[in-house]
Nanobody, 122 residues
Framework: QVQLVESGGGLVQAGGSLRLSCTASGRLFSITAMGWYRQAPGKGRELVASVTSDGITNYADSVKGRFAISRDNAKNTLYLQMNSLKSEDTALYYC????????????????WGQGTQVTVSS
């Protein structure tokens, strides 16, 4: 019913920048929180940044001051501007959204994208 499609990943040198995008589509009623998570090889999935529908943001300590999360509610799109990238930022980045669908307006469910690879070379 709901699809999240990420784009913008790629290979970049350390110190460079990338911008990730995630667009939600389907039978959407409303989207509350949205966020970016990442998973490096051999590690668990961790929160990178999140933003509520009111624009309140939260960042992992490791990315504060380097990454910026934003959303365009009219386009159901989430962004992550990543600057001053480091080799330790290399991971598969996932988009997450809490969505109320047209069929279940009373309850939000978690949806995930397929992930976009970010590789930072040192």
């Amino acid at each position: 019913q709901v699809q999240l499609v990420e784009s913008g990943g790629g290979l970049v040198q350390a110190g460079g920048s990338l911008r990730l995008s995630c667009t939600a589509s389907g039978r959407l009623f409303s989207i509350t929180a949205m966020g970016w998570y990442r998973q490096a090889p051999g590690k668990g999935r961790e929160l990178v940044a999140s933003v509520t529908s009111d624009g309140i943001t939260n960042y992992a300590d490791s990315v504060k001051g380097r990454f910026a999360i934003s959303r365009d509610n009219a386009k159901n799109t989430l962004y992550l501007q990543m600057n001053s990238l480091k080799s330790e930022d290399t991971a598969l980045y996932y988009c997450h959204a809490e969505v109320r669908t047209l069929l279940m307006k009373w309850q939000a469910r978690d949806y995930w994208g397929q992930g976009t690879q970010v590789t930072v070379s040192s």
